[in-house]
């Protein structure tokens, strides 16, 4: 067996910087901490972060009053920020920029009376908490068949912004739906997909040519993640999405197969390299890492824990 490595894979700026605030709030704090949302969509990092006494709750009723709150990487709405600081919740914000952009961009959509069309899933925190920005003003589309369909009070002033965790291809034809409905149509300077989502989607579009199968190591709840094994997936081979090495089968396998593996964004590279070790263990598996794009991107911890840096 052949085992074709993407790079990159796994951790992302905005996961590095998020666990890293969490992290770093357990050394100075210590437990019990409170964290709004999970802190990235995979089972293995809660679930570690649990074990330490790190609460992850889904309403701030849960945190006592004067408690610590950390906002998780996909961010929150204002209406959360409100209700954080009228129970004087020491709030420690880890949403990662990228989603803060997107928040941004709606800010000014919003102030200019534009009515919003935001692309991305339904029930997706990040969607949640941008939605936040301008509840009365935003239209979610999911698919090219919303974006058909869906209705604005004035089809000259429609502007767009999307999920930073959307798959390229599908994000790229959703617009051009809208644009073609909506001539005038705004969005935004930059694309709102982030820089990571699509380095690691190019990178399985590349290997997936040469595999016979693809390994996507990240949780089911992970936007990015699961868009990864459906680019597998559209280009003809059988591809998984799994949270580790418990998760394979060996009959998913034969002997003399190329298996291309990645690693979502917020996924542990402790797992993908589990899953090497299985192929290694079951077929004697050789690896051979492919670099697609080098990624030399680093966020700042909110500013109450970068005195801590080195």
């Known amino acids: 067996m052949r085992i074709l490595l993407a790079a990159p894979r ?20 210590g437990p019990p901490l409170y964290v709004y949302h999970e802190i990235v969509h995979n089972r293995w990092v809660v679930n570690e972060f649990v074990q330490r006494g790190v609460h992850f709750v889904e309403s ?45 961009e709606v800010q000014r959509f919003a102030a200019m009376g534009y009515t919003i069309l935001l692309i ?8 949640i908490g941008t939605m936040g920005e301008a509840p009365d003003l935003i239209r979610l ?19 767009y912004t999307t999920q930073t965790t959307l798959s ?9 739906c809208l644009r073609r409905r909506f001539p005038k149509l705004v969005g935004p300077a930059r694309d709102d997909i982030c820089y990571a989502t699509q ?4 990178a399985v579009l590349e290997l997936a040519r040469e595999a016979d199968v693809f390994l996507v190591v990240g949780s089911q709840n992970s936007s990015n993640s699961r868009r990864l094994a ?31 593996i990645t690693a979502g964004a917020s996924a542990p590279e402790h797992l993908v390299q589990g899953c090497i070790e299985f192929l290694r263990a079951h077929f004697f598996a050789t690896v051979e ?17 970068r005195q801590d840096q080195p």
């Not at 949403?95 to 997107?102: D, G, M």
């Not at 390229?168 to 051009?176: F, N, S």
């Not at 890492?289 to 824990?305: A, K, S």
Request: aromatic share 4%.
């Open 10 to 29: 796994g951790f992302c700026a905005g996961v590095n910087m998020a666990i890293e605030t969490l992290e770093r709030a357990l050394r100075r704090y």
């Open 120 to 127: 991305g899933h339904a029930g997706h925190d990040e969607i």
């Open 289 to 305: 890492e492919r670099v697609i794009r080098t990624e030399n991107v680093h966020f700042q911890l909110p500013p109450e824990l």
């Open 199 to 202: 380095n690691r989607q190019e």
């Open 60 to 104: 701030l009723d849960l945190v006592p009053n004067g408690g610590i709150v950390i906002f998780s990487a996909h961010g929150v709405s204002p209406e959360i920020r409100r209700e954080a600081a009228a129970r004087n919740l020491h709030v420690i914000d880890a949403t990662c920029p990228l989603v803060t952009k997107v928040h941004r």
């Open 168 to 176: 390229v291809m599908d994000a790229a034809r959703i617009v051009e």
């Open 230 to 260: 459906e680019i597998a997936q559209r280009t003809g081979i059988p591809a998984y999405l799994v949270d580790g090495p418990e998760d394979l089968k060996k009959e998913w396998f034969s002997a003399e197969q190329t298996v291309g």
């Open 141 to 159: 589309i999911k698919d090219e068949e919303e974006a058909l369909t869906v209705d604005v009070p004035d089809p000259e002033h429609v502007a």
